[in-house]
């Protein structure tokens, strides 16, 4: 790709106060404003801005495309044919070539000292805890999500996400736009509906009620169980959601699309099930508890014997299994006729809740079993309407 093109592009977030604007003379003559601003952690805990900016100085436009950084050192390529990346002189954002056409790189420049740092992002799309902070930004006049590791403990998990990100783009898991493992940054789609922990309130909003339907509804907790399908059969093996261990938690992993589809959003926590070398998962070194998380994963000697991971057995991807009628129920709701897919559906949910892990159907079962239901369920309303009229 000409990246002369590119250079119009430009990451910007939102910030309480008004910007500063920088503008530099591109070739052609032609004046190009950039703007980024987003505020990262340094190891002392203070806050700092930083502003993206794409345009590269006057006359490197050869050595960028030549696979040059501008300031003499190797650019990282990234895409089909990638090749390690060589080290940069600062942070580059590595922006997916699928969606970009091409390897290119964007460097990410710090703001001067003594610029603006009350920048606070406009929308969390993950909570802090979880060890990053997510920026509302835009680029290319597009909205996207900007997330920036916040604690250099959980790296390892930050960049086990990162990872799956680019091993796993398809139609069920969040766009990756771009990452820069230097920075600790992963640019991402934004979407405006959020997690999928707030589709109540998104459909008691005026303008989304018409789609609060057993219809719908069903084709959300079908995309759900596509997912655990696409996971249990990744490129990569048979993977396991691990950050479930309640309800919330696991809806927090999710995002409601703008059409009204389910895709997944964290991957930091997938391990892989390996049947050929008995290889078995456990989510996290701690006790679980409740109802919601399988049979196999509570503490099973009892409480006079105190918890040790050591001690605790491995399992497998049944777990996934077993939480799918506590999910799909969040997601039929309470609307007229939900109760009528409860009924269709409550044999194949009977066997997810099987306390032997062997027992339960696979994430295959479950899926063609919904599609199932789907189109009876729409044959009959259809029929009926034909007969009314």
């Given at each position: 790709m000409?990246w002369?093109?590119?250079s ?6 939102k ?10 003379k591109?070739?052609?003559g032609r ?11 340094d190891e002392g805990?203070a806050r ?5 900016g ?11 495309a ?7 050192g190797?650019a990282?390529l990234?895409g ?11 942070p580059?954002?590595?922006l997916a070539?699928a ?5 290119h790189t ?5 703001l ?8 606070l992002p ?10 990053s902070?997510?920026?509302?930004s835009?680029?290319?006049e597009?909205?996207?999500?900007l997330s920036r ?19 796993l ?5 969040v766009t990756?736009?771009?990452y820069c493992e230097?920075?600790?940054s992963?640019?991402?789609e ?9 589709l ?8 989304y009620?018409?789609t609060n339907t057993?219809q ?5 907790a079908l995309g759900?169980?596509a997912?655990?399908d696409?996971?249990h059969r990744?490129?990569?093996g048979?993977?396991v ?6 309800l919330?938690?696991t809806l927090?992993q999710y ?5 009204f ?6 991957l930091d926590a ?6 050929s070398?008995?290889a078995?998962?456990k989510?996290g070194h701690?006790e679980?508890?409740g109802?919601?998380v399988?049979p196999e994963?509570l503490w099973?000697y009892?409480?006079?014997v ?5 001690l ?9 299994i077993?939480?799918?009628p ?7 709701g309470h609307?007229?006729?939900s109760?009528?897919v409860r009924?269709?559906?409550f044999d194949?949910?009977?066997a997810?809740?099987?306390q032997?892990?062997a027992e ?9 079993t919904?599609q199932k239901v ?6 009959t309303?259809t029929?009926q309407?034909?007969?009314?009229l």
């Amino acid at each position: 790709m000409d990246w002369k093109r590119e250079s119009s592009g430009k990451v910007r977030g939102k910030a309480l106060q008004k910007p500063r604007k920088e503008s530099r003379k591109m070739p052609g003559g032609r004046e190009v404003a950039r703007k980024m601003w987003a505020r990262n952690l340094d190891e002392g805990g203070a806050r700092r801005s930083r502003r993206h900016g794409d345009a590269a100085p006057g006359g490197q436009e050869r050595a960028r495309a030549q696979g040059r950084a501008p300031s003499g050192g190797a650019a990282a390529l990234h895409g089909p044919h990638e090749r390690p990346p060589l080290p940069l002189p600062r942070p580059a954002l590595h922006l997916a070539p699928a969606l970009h056409g091409g390897p290119h790189t964007l460097p990410l420049r710090p703001l001067p000292d003594g610029a603006d740092e009350q920048l606070l992002p406009v929308a969390v799309l993950r909570a802090a805890e979880d060890g990053s902070e997510v920026f509302l930004s835009e680029w290319k006049e597009r909205k996207v999500a900007l997330s920036r590791l916040t604690r250099l403990e959980v790296r390892d998990d930050f960049l086990h996400g990162l990872r799956m990100l680019k091993s796993l783009q398809s139609e069920h898991v969040v766009t990756l736009l771009g990452y820069c493992e230097d920075d600790n940054s992963i640019l991402t789609e934004y979407h405006p509906l959020g997690p999928l922990s707030s589709l109540e309130a998104t459909l008691n909003l005026s303008k989304y009620r018409s789609t609060n339907t057993w219809q719908h509804r069903l084709q959300l907790a079908l995309g759900y169980v596509a997912i655990i399908d696409f996971l249990h059969r990744s490129p990569l093996g048979t993977l396991v959601m691990c950050d479930s261990s309640d309800l919330p938690k696991t809806l927090s992993q999710y995002l409601l699309t703008a059409n009204f589809s389910i895709v997944l959003n964290d991957l930091d926590a997938l391990p892989l099930v390996n049947r050929s070398t008995g290889a078995l998962v456990k989510c996290g070194h701690r006790e679980l508890r409740g109802d919601f998380v399988a049979p196999e994963q509570l503490w099973p000697y009892g409480e006079d014997v105190p918890f040790h991971d050591d001690l605790m057995p491995a399992y497998d991807e049944k777990i996934d299994i077993w939480k799918i009628p506590d999910v799909s129920s969040f997601l039929l709701g309470h609307v007229e006729g939900s109760d009528m897919v409860r009924f269709h559906l409550f044999d194949i949910h009977k066997a997810c809740k099987s306390q032997t892990p062997a027992e339960r159907p696979t994430a295959q079962d479950v899926l063609d079993t919904y599609q199932k239901v789907l189109h009876l369920l729409r044959d009959t309303a259809t029929s009926q309407t034909r007969e009314m009229l």
